[in-house]
Each structure stands twice: as C-alpha cells, then as structure tokens.
C-alpha cells in the first residue's frame, strides 16, 4: 500500500499522527510545507493525503486544488484550528475527503484516515469501471430480460407497448430501442401525451396548417412529420383523449394523417413505441381507451418491475448515479459505505430509479463528506431498516421497514399471462422528483416511526398538550419556542450521554459537528 502523506509544520502533530498510524501498521511520510509536497509528486503518490490548511510557505487550500487537479481520486484530509465556515466551505468545494478541526481526537482522526485509506483502495477499481459503465446495466433476471428483448427487437418495426411505473425508465428502454434498431440514423421524437392540454395535443402530433385556429400564423409539422424515418415515442399513452385516439389508430393502420385545417393527406415512415403506467385492459373496460388501438399498440409488450422487485440493482446504480451527478456538477463522485448502501436497498423506493437518481443528486449536494453514511441520507430513508440477508436461491428477503413511504405510485395490476416475462430498465428518466416526503399533519406522526418500540408517546402527548394551549392563546411563536426547546434538550441529552464530547454527540444525534456546535452556540447550552 502506498504512505499516508502528513503536512503540517507543527512538528509535534506530524509526531502523533505518525506514531498513531504506525501503531495501525499504516505506513506515513510527513512533510513541512506545500513545496515539498509538490515535488515528491513527481516521484510519487500518496494513499491519502492529510494537509493543515495554514501554513508557512503555502495554503492547505491550494495544495488541495493542485493535488486534485493532477489526482482526482486522492482522498484529501484538510486540518485546521481555525474552525470557521468559509475553512469548511473552502475544503469542500475543492474536493475534500474530510474536514478535521483541531485540536482533534486521536483515535477519531486515526479512524478517519482509515476510512479514506479504505475507500480509496476499494473504489480505484470500480470508479474506472463506472466511468465507462454502458447505457443500461443491472444483474436482475428482468435486466437480462431487457437485454435479450431489445436484441430480438433490433432489426424490427414491430410497434412496442413499455409498461411500468412512474420512474421505472420507460423512456430509456425506448431510446435503447431506437438506437439498436435499423432506425438509429432517424430522429427519435418523444412526447409526453400527458403533459399536453387537450386542445394542443392534435396540432403537436399531427402539426397545423397557418390560420387553422387563432394564432396558428405559420404551417408546423407534427411529431409525426418529424419522426419521419425514425422513432416516435408516445409517453403515457392511456391519459391520451379518446377522440384523439382514434386519429391515432388512423395514423397506425395506414400511416396517413392529416394536419389541423389541412386538406391533404400526409404520410410518414414512423415506428411507434407507446408507454403507459396505467392497466390499459382496465382502461379499455372503463371505456375511456378504444379496444381496437389498444390491439394495435400491444403487439410486443414489455413489462418494467418497480425497483423494489429487483434490489440486487440498487448498490450498482447508486454508484452509477453518483459518479453521474459528481461529473454533472464538476465535483468529484461521492462515495457510499456499505451501511448506508444496505438502508438504500431496503427502501421500496415509490419513484423507482427516478427516484434514486434524484437521491444520489441530492447525496452529492448535501452529504457532509466525500463517504456518504447512513445518517447522511434523507429523513425518508432514516426509518428503513436495513435489507434482510438473502434467502436461498439468492433472492433477497422480504425487507423489514419501520417506515411507510406516504402516497406511492400506484402499482401496475397485472396484464395476464403475457406479464409472466418481466422487463426492468436500470436509469431514470430526467424529470424532476416527484414529492416523497409525508404531510407533516402532526409532529407526532413525523416522529413516532424512529421511536424504540418499547418507548411511551406520552412525551407527544405532552407536546400536543402544550401546542394546544399556545395556540388557543393566540401566540405566535410557537413553532420557534416549540423547535428551540426540542432542539435544546435533545443536544443536552447527547451531551450529557457523551460526558460533553461535541463530535461524539453530534454521531449519536446523525448530524453534523458543525451542526451542533452552531446549535449549542445559538440556543445558549452549557455543555
């Protein structure tokens, strides 16, 4: 393994930390300055690199920035005693593993340097892998299934129907086809069938000739128009209004069409591929879907499982998306400890991969460090408790959650014996995450799930109590009196418990040591 780097100019902290890692049989080379550390890298490389952030001839910061330029991947420890906020933001946003105030615990540190010594070398391998990761992936039978389906598809015209759950990567599976087919050198034109009000959605599909209604002041081709010699994708098809559809069945048995106000027919060499979350065969009994379109949009159908039916998938695509958030915000790609990727994999995740995408986005934003950890995550992901070990046969068991995700996508009922073959896509479609956080109708019920079991809820009741009276008297500042008295004996709890260790007690609680040492510093604890 190659030495941990240590750089400060106080002799005696690169005494103790080179004595501590010895002890744990990691090997270290200090250093006093930036300079030096700037020329041994032309000769060698660090396993990590642990840096003060002020020193004589040269800042911690701008060390950072010149190391990741030249190492992406290095993890980078930054020290300091000055522990102010734009330090903090600073080491961040150049690309810090870690931010360490002084004076520090030791054990902590040495546990640290650990972690990045850890994750460094068990992600050098798998970083390069994902950098070059295919457009689809996934060890699920249904992704295999994908794979097969999209091969025998290839080379054919044949209309397909994608159903599945909002999120699941209908769209994607479409492009998937598109580009595999004959028609790749063609255009691939989606629209969301949904998201279109009534009255315009003929005029995008069939397109509108000048002075066909008020404010129609040129001739516009349709979607169809501009399909031609590709693929039209038609999203959410079973939203689409039922006299529209029959224009639509028009267009998919002889391939002419007419624009609004036109007079003369048209013809475009169109494949189609339709895709609903909707049970169209219910849809069809409803009335409100012709049964002769949908005949002639299930010709080949594919089913896409909800993420939760295929977890073994969750780890490889949160690495994925992460890597792709941290190359989309030009930050390098956060990493995920194995507790943290077992919380994930137990969620049922209700937005699917859309959803975990939108996860991993927010995890790159907003978790404190470059190895997200369990407490790092969501508050909808902190109640879940982790997965479950596999049965046997290498399915994984029921997972065991204490949190009831609120209002989830209504799931696909069955499409008959046809379903039996399943289909799952592993990417999201890019759209913005669909709200998966609970009303908050009382404290209580945001609470209540990360309660033990063994624990009374008289203290909520106390608090619905006191709430009562407050606001029956007409006050105005009870969400503020209410919050700072929470806040304030939750933190005196931790401390007490931890005999006043701030860094100890903000783990406990799962926030940050800033967090609770700006906490402690603005409700006045004596601690």
């Not at 397109?207 to 501009?226: I, L």
């Not at 039209?232 to 267009?251: A, H, K, N, S, Y």
Request: include cysteine; glycine fraction near 8%.
């Amino acid at each position: 393994m190659k030495p941990i780097w240590i750089v400060d100019d106080d002799q005696s902290i690169r005494f103790v930390l080179e004595k501590a890692l010895a002890r744990e049989d990691l090997p270290v080379r200090s250093f006093t300055n930036p300079r030096d550390v700037l020329a041994a890298l032309e000769d060698d490389e660090p396993q990590v690199l642990v840096s003060d952030i002020r020193m004589p001839g040269g800042s911690g910061i701008d060390l950072l920035s010149k190391v990741k330029a030249r190492f992406p991947g290095l993890p980078v420890i930054i020290m300091t005693a000055y522990s102010d906020l734009d330090s903090a933001v600073s080491a961040f946003q150049g690309g810090a593993f870690e931010y360490l105030p002084k004076p520090f615990d030791l054990p902590k540190a040495v546990e640290l340097i650990r972690r990045a010594v850890d994750e460094s070398v068990r992600e050098d391998v798998s970083d390069e892998r994902l950098q070059q990761m295919p457009e689809m992936l996934g060890q699920a039978p249904a992704m295999q299934d994908v794979f097969r389906a999209i091969g025998r598809l290839s080379q054919s015209n044949v209309t397909v129907l994608i159903t599945g759950e909002s999120g699941s990567g209908k769209e994607l599976v479409a492009q998937a086809l598109h580009k595999h087919s004959s028609r790749s050198s063609g255009p691939f034109v989606a629209i969301n069938t949904a998201a279109i009000p009534k009255d315009l959605l003929e005029s995008e599909l069939f397109g509108h000739e000048r002075g066909a209604f008020t404010g129609a002041q040129t001739m516009r081709r349709g979607r169809f128009e501009q399909a031609d010699g590709g693929t039209l994708f038609l999203d959410e098809i079973g939203d689409m209004p039922f006299d529209l559809q029959t224009r639509l069945l028009r267009v998919l048995s002889d391939g002419q069409f007419y624009r609004v106000g036109g007079h003369h027919p048209l013809k475009s060499n169109v494949r189609v591929i339709a895709a609903t979350h909707q049970n169209l065969e219910d849809r069809v009994r409803q009335g409100v879907f012709r049964e002769d379109l949908f005949h002639r949009l299930n010709v080949i159908r594919l089913r896409l499982p909800p993420l939760r039916e295929r977890r073994e998938d969750v780890a490889a695509l949160a690495r994925f998306f992460l890597q792709k958030s941290g190359k989309d915000l030009g930050v390098d790609a956060k990493r995920i400890s194995e507790p943290a990727l077992a919380k994930l994999t137990a969620f049922d995740f209700p937005g699917n991969v859309r959803q975990l995408e939108n996860i991993c986005h927010w995890l790159t934003v907003m978790a404190p460090s470059q190895v997200i950890e369990s407490k790092d995550l969501p508050p909808e992901l902190m109640g879940v408790q982790p997965a479950a070990p596999a049965m046997p046969g290498g399915l994984p068991a029921p997972a065991q959650a204490s949190y009831a995700p609120p209002e989830p996508v209504a799931p696909m009922a069955g499409f008959g014996p046809s379903d039996s073959h399943a289909v799952a896509v592993p990417v999201g479609e890019a759209v913005a995450l669909e709200a998966q956080h609970a009303p908050a109708s009382s404290f209580a019920a945001a609470v209540a799930p990360s309660m033990p079991a063994m624990a009374p809820a008289n203290w909520l009741s106390d608090l619905e109590r006191e709430a009562r009276v407050r606001l029956e008297s007409g006050a105005t500042d009870v969400w503020d009196v209410l919050t700072r008295q929470f806040e304030a004996q939750l933190i005196h709890t931790a401390l007490e418990i931890t005999r006043g260790r701030r860094i100890e007690a903000a783990q406990k609680l799962g926030i940050g040591r800033n967090t609770i040492t700006r906490k402690i510093q603005e409700l006045g604890i004596e601690d």
